[in-house]
T-cell receptor
Framework: QKEVEQDPGPLSVPEGAIVSLNCTYS??????FMWYRQYSRKGPELLMY????GNKEDGRFTAQVDKSSKYISLFIRDSQPSDSATYLC?????????????FGTGTRLKVLA | NAGVTQTPKFQVLKTGQSMTLQCAQD?????MSWYRQDPGMGLRLIHY???????DQGEVPNGYNVSRSTTEDFPLRLLSAAPSQTSVYFC??????????????FGQGTRLTVV
């Protein structure tokens, strides 16, 4: 079983829609949760960064963490064609004396004009 | 303000050849790392460094060497290239991941093909 699971998509939505992207994880040691955006042939770009459970909002983006369910989400409001990219979740923490930083495989999002 | 700079952007190697992928950052970050990205596998950590003179292995270190003689530079060496090392390689840097800072800055990647 992978430590982090993420649906690869692709996910196609019309412009203006609310997008929900999700990851599940199995290691309860993870404490920090990140979302990255990666455009084609570019490096990942850090979007959101949260510690432990709860919500964090930044403009049109909201990151949500539910540690009891081991489930994290990224919501994009009023989606734009420029949001079309691959979104990667990542999480980190100490596990069995080892520091881990694990990425999901990414969800491809396409926002249609 | 260049951020994280990787060279080269593209490279084709023959099996058995060696090469060095360069990575430099100008933000005085203590933490640097190398990842490879393969379809369906996500980003996997190869090696990382928490400061000059200190390196450690990540999830997939076999076939790669690193060194960190300065804060700015973190080269990745392929000792004897194999087709399984065909991938896109990313260098990243952060103020300090171990203090909870995320992997904040990524380079643009090096696309490596081993034939």
């Amino acid at each position: 079983q992978k430590e982090v699971e993420q649906d690869p998509g692709p996910l196609s939505v019309p412009e203006g829609a609310i997008v929900s992207l999700n990851c599940t994880y199995s290691n309860s040691a993870f404490q920090y949760f990140m979302w990255y955006r990666q455009y084609s042939r570019k490096g990942p770009e850090l979007l959101m960064y949260t510690y432990s459970s709860g919500n964090k909002e930044d403009g049109r983006f909201t990151a949500q963490v539910d540690k009891s369910s081991k489930y994290i989400s990224l919501f994009i409001r009023d989606s734009q064609p420029s949001d079309s990219a691959t979104y990667l979740c990542a999480m980190s923490g100490m596990s069995s004396g080892t520091y881990k930083y694990i990425f999901g495989t990414g969800t491809r999002l396409k926002v249609l004009a | 303000n260049a951020g994280v700079t990787q060279t080269p952007k593209f490279q084709v190697l023959k099996t058995g050849q060696s090469m060095t992928l360069q990575c430099a950052q100008d933000m005085n970050h203590e933490y640097m790392s190398w990842y490879r990205q393969d379809p369906g596998m996500g980003l996997r950590l190869i090696h990382y460094s928490v400061g000059a003179g200190i390196t450690d292995q990540g999830e997939v270190p076999n076939g790669y060497n690193v060194s960190r003689s300065t804060t700015e530079d973190f080269p990745l060496r392929l000792l004897s290239a194999a087709p399984s090392q065909t991938s896109v390689y990313f260098c990243a840097s952060s103020y300090s991941v171990r203090l909870g800072y995320p992997e904040a800055f990524f380079g643009q990647g090096t696309r490596l093909t081993v034939v």
